[in-house]
C-alpha cells in the first residue's frame, strides 16, 4: 500500500516536470512566437519604409528625370528657335543677295541697252562743245545756204519729219558731216531731233521747229525791178492777180523747189 503510493508521488512529480517542461516549451514557443510576429512586423515595417523610400526616391529620380527632359525639351526649342531665326536670317540674306544680284545683273542689262541705244551724234555731242557744234562747217560749203536749204526741206515734209539717212542721200553727204549739221540745226533752234528705232537700228526723226528768213527766195522776184511798180494795185489796171511777170516767177520758184526736193 505504502509502495504504491510512493509510486504514485513518482509518477506525479515526473508528470508535473513533463507539465513544467512541456509549459516552458510552449511558453518559449509562445515567446518564439512573439518575437517573431514581432521582427516580422518590424521586417514588415521596415520593408514598407524602405519600399516608400524606394517610391519616394523613384519618384523624385522621376521627377528630376521629367525635370531634366523639360529643361532639354526648353533648350531643343529655343535651339529650334534659334536655328530657324538663324535659317530664316540666311534665307533673307540669300534672297537680298539674290536680289542684288538680280538688280546687278539688270543694271547691266540695261547698261548694255542704253549703250546699244547709243548713236554717233550722243557721242558727238559729250565730245563737242556747243560752239563747236554751232560752227561747225563743211569744206568749201556755203553754211547759210546749206543751212537754209535743208531746213526748207525738212520743213517740206511738215509734222511727218525725215529720217536724217534719207535727208543725208538725197544732200549727198556723209554721215560724218551730216550728224554734225543735225546737230547745228538743232543748236540753233531750227529742228527738232527725235530718236526712233528703224529696221533695228537708232537714228533720229528730223522735224522742223523754226524756218530761217531768207531773202534768195525774192531775190529774183520781179517787183523789185517792175517799171510799172508805181502803178501797181491789187484792183487797178496792173494788178499782182493778172501780172505774168509774178506768174512766171512763181512757176519757176515751185520748179526749183521740186528739183532740190528730189536731189
Known amino acids: 500500500m505504502v509502495k504504491k503510493e510512493i509510486t504514485s508521488s513518482a509518477k506525479l512529480k515526473k508528470e508535473l516536470e513533463e507539465a513544467k517542461a512541456e509549459l516552458a516549451s510552449r511558453n518559449k514557443k509562445l515567446k518564439l512566437s512573439v518575437k517573431t510576429e514581432a521582427k516580422k512586423k518590424v521586417d514588415k515595417k521596415k520593408a514598407e519604409a524602405k519600399k516608400k523610400e524606394e517610391a519616394k526616391k523613384k519618384a523624385e529620380a522621376k521627377k528630376k528625370a521629367d525635370k531634366k ?4 525639351k526648353k533648350k531643343a526649342e529655343a535651339k529650334k528657335k534659334v536655328d530657324k531665326k538663324k535659317a530664316e536670317a540666311k534665307k533673307k540674306e540669300e534672297a537680298k543677295k539674290k536680289a542684288e544680284e538680280a538688280k546687278k545683273k539688270e543694271e547691266e542689262a540695261k547698261k548694255k541697252e542704253e549703250e546699244a541705244k547709243r548713236t554717233y551724234e550722243e557721242e558727238l555731242e559729250e565730245q563737242l562743245t556747243e560752239d563747236e557744234i554751232k560752227n561747225f562747217a563743211i569744206d568749201k560749203t556755203d553754211m547759210d545756204k546749206l543751212v537754209n536749204r535743208v531746213t526748207e526741206m525738212i520743213a517740206s515734209y511738215a509734222t511727218n519729219g525725215i529720217l536724217q539717212n534719207i535727208l ?23 529742228i527738232t531731233r ?18 530761217p528768213i531768207s531773202t534768195i527766195s525774192i531775190e529774183n522776184a520781179p517787183c523789185l525791178v517792175c517799171p ?6 491789187t484792183d487797178g489796171e496792173i494788178s499782182p492777180k493778172t501780172c505774168v511777170y509774178i506768174e512766171d516767177w512763181v512757176l519757176t520758184e515751185l520748179k526749183t523747189k521740186k528739183r532740190h526736193e528730189t536731189n
Request: glycine residues 8%.
Open 69 to 72: 527632359k523639360a529643361v532639354a
Open 168 to 190: 543725208w542721200r538725197k544732200l549727198k553727204l556723209s554721215s560724218r558731216d551730216g550728224s554734225r549739221l543735225a546737230l547745228k540745226l538743232e543748236k540753233l533752234g531750227n
Open 194 to 211: 527725235e530718236k526712233i528705232l528703224e529696221n533695228g537700228r537708232w537714228t533720229y526723226l528730223l522735224l522742223i521747229k523754226k524756218i
Open 228 to 233: 510799172v511798180e508805181g502803178k501797181c494795185s
